[in-house]
């Protein structure tokens, strides 16, 4: 079966200061991965996706298959990261997406 | 503007009724969801649907139903066997993986 583990309910960061989240997954095969965010009274928005590659708003996130992971970081919090994040996994052939209990990030001025 | 709509924004039920939440999208993408989030439960997957006039279970179907009659709306009825109906209901809509999905801004429900 298909699980997404997101291990911090809470993470409180300074300004300034590295961030990661941590995502793990179970699948035994090639999984798509996704960050999700949600911004205090936005709506849920993808922010990444693992086949593309990307850097969006400082973020990243890397597909690491041995440790079934695919953290999300970024060098240098802002305020304006605060905000609830979700990791999410597809199977190939369009399944709906699994989701994380997600993270709620706290970035502390 | 495209987009996906979801309403009413909030919404109250009385127990013992069966309540229609609204989900229509513009993009046209093929495939809809409905997941219910709950304060440390992430997202759950109620129902989806792939292509007009099919839809699917998903991981906490009971006491829910849905219809596909056109591609621009899936509508989510929560009836009066759903044990625990009081969530933040989320409706998206995709072109397909790995696209990902665009949200509503979702419906609460709260039953009194």
């Known amino acids: 079966a298909q699980r997404v583990t997101q291990p911090e309910k809470l993470l409180s960061v300074f300004k300034g200061a590295p961030v990661e989240l941590k995502c793990n997954y179970s699948?035994?095969?090639?999984?798509?991965l996704f960050w999700y965010v949600q911004y205090s009274r936005q709506r849920l928005q993808l922010l990444l996706r693992?086949?593309s590659r990307e850097s969006i708003k400082g973020f990243t996130a890397d597909l690491n298959k041995g440790e079934t992971s695919f953290h999300l970081k970024k060098p240098f919090a802002q305020e304006e990261d605060s905000a609830m994040y979700y990791c999410?996994?597809?199977?190939?052939?369009?399944?709906?997406?699994?989701f994380g209990k997600g993270t709620r990030l706290s970035v502390i001025a | 503007d495209g987009g996906i709509t979801q309403s009413p924004k909030y919404l109250f039920r009385k127990e013992g009724q069966n309540v229609t939440l609204s989900c229509e999208q513009n993009?046209?993408?093929?495939?809809m969801y409905w997941y219910r989030q709950d304060p440390g439960q992430g997202l759950r997957l109620i129902y989806y649907s792939q292509i007009v006039n099919d839809f699917q279970k998903g991981d906490i179907a009971e006491g829910y139903s849905v219809s596909r009659e056109k591609k621009e709306s899936f509508p989510l009825t929560v009836t009066s066997a759903q044990k625990n109906p009081t969530a933040f209901y989320l409706c998206?809509?995709?072109?397909?993986?790995?696209?990902?999905?665009?949200f509503g801004s979702g419906t609460r429900l709260t039953v009194v």
């Open positions: 693992h086949i």
């Open positions: 699948y035994s095969g090639s999984p798509e």
């Open positions: 999410a996994l597809s199977s190939p052939g369009n399944t709906p997406l699994v």
């Open positions: 993009l046209n993408h093929d495939a």
């Open positions: 998206a809509s995709s072109i397909g993986q790995p696209f990902g999905y665009t």
